[in-house]
T-cell receptor
Framework: DADVTQTPRNRITKTGKRIMLECSQT?????MYWYRQDPGLGLRLIYY???????NKGEISDGYSVSRQAQAKFSLSLESAIPNQTALYFC???????????FGPGTRLLVL | GESVGLHLPTLSVQEGDNSIINCAYSNSASDYFIWYKQESGKGPQFIID?????DKRQGQRVTVLLNKTVKHLSLQIAATQPGDSAVYFC????????????FGTGTRLQVTL
């Protein structure tokens, strides 16, 4: 969905490195989310934000941090990447709390 | 615990036939359900949604059925096309709360020619 963009689309990094994944949206939605997707495990919520001043941990927030720089921007950081953080990462947005979420194209991350 | 799951991991359907993808949910408090389609290398794409006060909703070539008695959700795709090949998964949530969207792991739909 071109309304939600993620950069980079692919990233290879080494254990211990700090990396940032960025998400931007033009949908005008207040709520933004970060998920990771692993084979056989489906989508798991890392962090979510209901507005610029609101940040909440999801089910697997350990090892991650986020920053909501503006309504349209929500970035995810891995402070010290480890191999089991190798996954597909998706950003999503929604209009309402508890409503349908719209996803970006994803970032494929490989941690060596 | 609460769970959202799919009965079949892989569904193979011939082009032109109808497809039915099933989903079971266990949280009786969930009142909003969404079907997503995820093609290889892409993010999940919203297909159709349904609220718990409905038992059927139709879109373009897709129909979602909700049976709250047995906590079952299905996605029907009419006249399945090769472009329908993807992973489909359902999600549930309690609207108006901070509850997270709970996703199933997905069913892969393979369309054969």
């Amino acid at each position: 969905d071109a309304d939600v963009t993620q950069t980079p689309r692919n990233r290879i990094t080494k254990t211990g490195k700090r990396i940032m994944l960025e998400c931007s949206q033009t949908k005008g939605h207040d709520r933004m989310y970060w998920y990771r997707q692993d084979p056989g495990l489906g989508l798991r919520l890392i962090y979510y934000s209901f507005d610029v001043k609101d940040i909440n941990k999801g089910e697997i927030s350990d090892g991650y941090s986020v920053s909501r720089q503006a309504q349209a921007k929500f970035s995810l950081s891995l402070e010290s990447a480890i191999p089991n953080q190798t996954a597909l990462y998706f950003c999503a947005t929604s209009v309402t709390r508890g409503g349908a979420q719209y996803f970006g194209p994803g970032t494929r991350l490989l941690v060596l | 615990g609460e769970s959202v799951g799919l009965h079949l991991p892989t569904l193979s359907v011939q082009e032109g036939d109808n497809s039915i993808i099933n989903c079971a949910y266990s949280n009786s408090a969930s009142d909003y359900f969404i079907w997503y389609k995820q093609e290889s290398g892409k993010g999940p794409q919203f297909i159709i949604d349904i609220r718990s006060n409905m038992d059927k909703r139709q879109g373009q070539r897709v129909t979602v059925l909700l049976n709250k008695t047995v906590k079952h959700l299905s996605l029907q795709i009419a006249a399945t096309q090769p472009g329908d090949s993807a992973v489909y998964f359902c999600a549930e949530i309690i609207t108006g709360t901070a509850s997270k969207l709970t996703f199933g792991t997905g069913t892969r739909l393979q369309v054969t020619l």
